[in-house]
Structures are given as C-alpha cells and as structure tokens.
C-alpha cells in the first residue's frame, strides 16, 4: 500500500516558492522543499489530485493557484518509519494570496529563491534539486 504525496512547483519572477519543513516533521524535517502534503481519502470523486495540491498550498503557506495544474514527473521512496510514498510533482500557476508561514506545525520558513540559490542551498536535499531540476525543464 503506498501514500500518494503531490507537491507544487510555483515560479514568480524567477524565482521559485520553497518552504523549510518544520523540523516537527516526521519526514525531511529542517529541509528545504516544494510546498505538498498527503492525498486525503475521499472515496469515489474526481480531481482528487488537483485538489490537493490546491489545498496543500492554501493549508501550508496561503496562496491559491489557477485551475490547470501540470504534472511534471513522479518518485516512490520509503520513509523512516517504513512507509511506501508515491510522489507526485505538479508544475502550478500563482493566483493570488501572499505566501507565508501558515502551518507552523509543517512549516518553518517561506522563501522565494531563484534556481541556483536552490541548488546551493545546504538544506536542499537531491530529491529536491532534481524537481527543481525537471519542473524548470518543464517551464523551458
């Protein structure tokens, strides 16, 4: 059985919106990362997804996006505690709201950096240099 995990990957002016994850965080606490969260049981519906990266991004740090959101690739890995995550990245559009630190339980930091302070960010683990990577890629 495996959770499904979708994150959001927003540009603004070339630069990119990452969080530091709370290091109450059970997984990857203290590092840097695209803003997402687990797909919520809903039993049978439509745009389960889409709706959690919409709210995942509301949730975390207080911005909405349009509609369209564009998958852009996806990972499995083990947490942990042992647990099999599907990984989902989705390349979004900025809507509106002004992002900041909303869910401090999840969140420790908001930041918009460009694709090389993320690349050298110490913090920034390779899982998320390589969704930088592919999402700019994407955008190209």
Not at 3 to 30: F, M, P, Q, Y
Not at 45 to 61: F, G, H, S
Request: aromatic share 8%; glycine share 6%.
């Amino acid at each position: 059985m495996f959770i499904v995990n979708v994150e959001s990957a927003i540009c603004r002016d070339d630069k990119w919106l990452v969080i530091t994850r709370s290091i109450k965080e059970e997984h990857a606490g203290g590092t840097l990362s695209l803003v997402g969260g687990k797909v919520d049981v809903e039993g049978s519906t439509v745009d389960i997804i889409e709706r959690t990266v919409k709210r995942e991004l509301y949730e975390e740090v207080g911005i909405e996006i349009k509609d369209a959101v564009t998958f852009v690739f996806s990972s499995s890995f083990v947490t942990d505690a042992g647990c099999n995550v599907i990984n989902m990245v989705f390349l979004c559009e900025y809507d509106s709201g002004t992002a900041y630190n909303k869910s401090p339980d999840e969140v420790e930091a908001v930041h918009w950096m460009t694709y090389e302070e993320i690349m050298n960010h110490p913090q920034a683990p390779p899982w998320t240099k390589e969704s930088i990577r592919r999402v700019a890629l994407t955008r190209s």
